[in-house]
T-cell receptor, first 113, second 113 residues
Framework: NAGVMQNPRHLVRRRGQEARLRCSPM?????VYWYRQLPEEGLKFMVY????????ESGMPKERFSAEFPKEGPSILRIQQVVRGDSAAYFC???????????FGPGTRLLVL | GNSVTQMEGPVTLSEEAFLTINCTYT??????LFWYVQYPGEGLQLLLK?????DKGSNKGFEATYRKETTSFHLEKGSVQVSDSAVYFC????????????FGAGTILRVKS
């Protein structure tokens, strides 16, 4: 059973470009979470999604960031008009029903030049 | 709101030394508690968990006991190995709606041979 897949593993963007980060949950998992890890810091929750629904986006910045988890295909975290402060590692996790353990992917390391 | 406080690192130990990494939390009710480990360049792996007071989580020689009276979940290992060198994160999942994890800042462990 493959684990949580994220791609790309590394992404370099220039200021003002868009970044798209993809996450494929473990087989049988219908819940996806995105976390951001800034340099020298712990992980901070961003958003929690089920298929076609955003359940909790309390950790998402109000502007430029959006997330989706369509009926088919991976979950996408989209950052528009990136700035240097967006440079971080973005981790996706998945779980089966709510209140179960979350399993993390390897992360996407975004560098904004 | 919920929060997790970990001892600051880095913690540097010799092989076969005893390890303690302190973790305390603030939360309402009875959260679930977790330790995750992150090896260089990788995502987070669940190390152990405890879901109610006095539960002891254990895995790979690591242990942590859920202490409600002291709101703590300290990580211990009797004899560390060089391969245990990593960043260790304490986390909680609160009882409010949703499944998001709240992480501590992480503690770097370096084990020397």
């Amino acid at each position: 059973n493959a684990g949580v897949m994220q791609n790309p593993r590394h992404l370099v963007r220039r200021r003002g470009q868009e970044a798209r980060l993809r996450c494929s949950p473990m087989k049988g998992h219908s819940h996806v979470y995105w976390y951001r890890q800034l340099p020298e810091e712990g992980l901070k929750f961003m958003v929690y999604l089920q298929k076609e629904n955003i359940i909790d986006e309390s950790g998402m910045p109000k502007e430029r960031f959006s997330a989706e988890f369509p009926k088919e295909g991976p979950s996408i975290l989209r950052i528009q008009q990136v700035v240097r402060g967006d440079s971080a590692a973005y981790f996706c996790a998945s779980s089966p029903p709510v209140l179960e353990t979350q399993y993390f992917g390897p992360g996407t390391r975004l560098l904004v030049l | 709101g919920n929060s997790v406080t970990q001892m600051e690192g880095p913690v540097t130990l010799s092989e076969e030394a005893f390890l303690t990494i302190n973790c305390t939390y603030t939360a309402t009710g009875y959260p679930s508690l977790f330790w995750y480990v992150q090896y260089p360049g990788e995502g987070l792996q669940l190390l152990l968990k405890a879901t109610k007071a006095d539960d002891k989580g254990s895995n790979k020689g690591f242990e942590a006991t859920y202490r409600k009276e002291t709101t703590s979940f300290h990580l211990e290992k009797g004899s560390v190995q060089v391969s245990d060198s990593a960043v260790y994160f304490c986390a909680l999942r609160g009882m409010e709606y949703g499944n998001k994890l709240v992480f501590g800042a992480g503690t770097i462990l370096r084990v020397k041979s």
